[in-house]
């Protein structure tokens, strides 16, 4: 089993910033990925950013240049910086952690990230 606590969020004007942190615990594995998806109301869940534990990382076309994702491996930690927010990035952001070797994933409890325009 894994935990993942989150931790940052918010509200903040269009323009400005954020930093979303994230925390596993628990039955780690050397090989995972972690990342960030997010859900307005009424729509499905769908990635922001993922970082491999080799540190590939994948970005939705939407925060391409605006988002940067990364990770401490010896912390077990991945990060997402927001910047240059705009109010459609308006969503609940959850942590994500994925173990390939038998496909699967936990979630965090999601946090609230708000952008007025």
């Known amino acids: 089993q894994v935990r993942l606590v989150e931790s940052g969020g918010g509200l903040v004007q269009a323009g400005g910033s954020l930093r979303l942190s994230c925390a596993a615990s628990?039955?780690?594995?050397?090989?995972?990925?972690m990342g960030w998806y997010r859900q307005a109301p009424g729509k499905q869940r769908d990635l922001v950013a993922s970082i491999t534990s080799g540190g590939t990382t994948t970005y939705a076309d939407s925060v391409k240049g605006r988002f940067t994702i990364s990770r401490d491996n010896a912390k077990n930690t991945v990060s997402l910086q927001m910047n240059s927010l705009k109010p459609e990035d308006t969503a609940v952001y959850y942590c994500n952690y994925y173990t390939p070797w038998n496909d699967r994933d936990y979630w965090g409890q999601g946090t609230q990230v708000t952008v007025s325009s």
């Open positions: 628990g039955s780690i594995f050397s090989r995972n990925t």
